[in-house]
């Protein structure tokens, strides 16, 4: 990733939607078994009941079959069928029951639309235990699309991203406006990272001699990096202090 300067004349290029999910679950963190009585609670009739037949139909065809797989449909289908606030949820159940693998997630996120491509970075973390969605992950990271950053910044990036794109994901959420609170495990990740420091002070100062105002997420960011390094943080983690 290059240094996530806004362009000039603007702070960022950003969607303006909001960042976090609608209906206060966090598909990502949440497990499936939870996440589907959170739905089951909320939902009315129809929707359940569309909703109990795609999970059945991904359950009797998981993975890929043929050019394109009945439970892909669905996903399509879910924020009209579950409204908006409830489809990320929807479409990480529809995922989690096909047991997509990252070859097919990889599909979906590239053949979907930026509601499909969310849903897919938040299915990550139940789905690839390795990094090779990676990819998926640095893709929305370079959009300015904040729902789809956030989503990025989640437990599968937390795990994989590698130190220098992970500091200048958080700078990125900075300046586009992503609270730092969706930003998975920000507390080991950015603890004793002097470089990360570095990089903090350096935007703050950029902004400070434009007359701009400095994020209140970057003071908290900031004190983070001043603290302790805890046992077992060290070159070898995957936020290794190397960019």
């Not at 043929?66 to 289908?77: C, K, N, Q, T, Y």
Request: charged residues 25%; aromatic residues 2%; hydrophobic residues 40%.
């Amino acid at each position: 990733m290059t240094h996530p300067h806004a362009p000039a004349g603007q702070d960022a290029d950003t969607t303006g939607r909001p960042a976090a999910p609608g209906d206060g679950t966090t598909p990502a963190v949440t497990p499936p078994a939870e996440l589907r009585r959170h739905l089951a609670a909320r939902l009315d009739g129809a929707a359940r009941a569309w909703l109990d037949q795609a999970l059945d139909e991904a359950t009797a065809h998981p993975g890929t079959h043929g050019p394109i797989s009945v439970w892909e449909l669905r996903l399509a289908e879910a924020g009209r069928r579950c409204g908006p606030e409830h489809a990320d949820a929807a479409r990480v159940l529809i995922l989690h029951t096909a047991h997509a693998d990252a070859e097919a997630l990889t599909r979906v996120y590239h053949q979907g639309t930026a509601d499909e491509r969310r849903a897919v970075l938040h299915a990550l973390p139940h789905l690839v235990p390795g990094p090779e969605a990676l990819p998926l992950v640095e893709d929305a990271l370079r959009t300015n699309d904040t729902r789809l950053v956030a989503a990025a910044l989640g437990p599968y990036g937390a795990r994989h991203l590698d130190a220098h794109a992970w500091r200048h994901a958080v700078l990125k959420c900075l300046f586009t406006g992503v609270a730092l609170d969706l930003v998975a495990d920000l507390d080991r990740r950015a603890r004793g990272d002097a470089e990360l420091a570095r990089m903090l002070g350096d935007y703050a100062a950029e902004r400070t001699a434009a007359g701009r105002t400095v994020p209140e997420d970057l003071h908290r960011v900031l004190a983070l990096t001043g603290s302790a390094p805890t046992q077992g943080d060290g070159p070898d983690a995957p936020h290794g202090k190397e960019s």
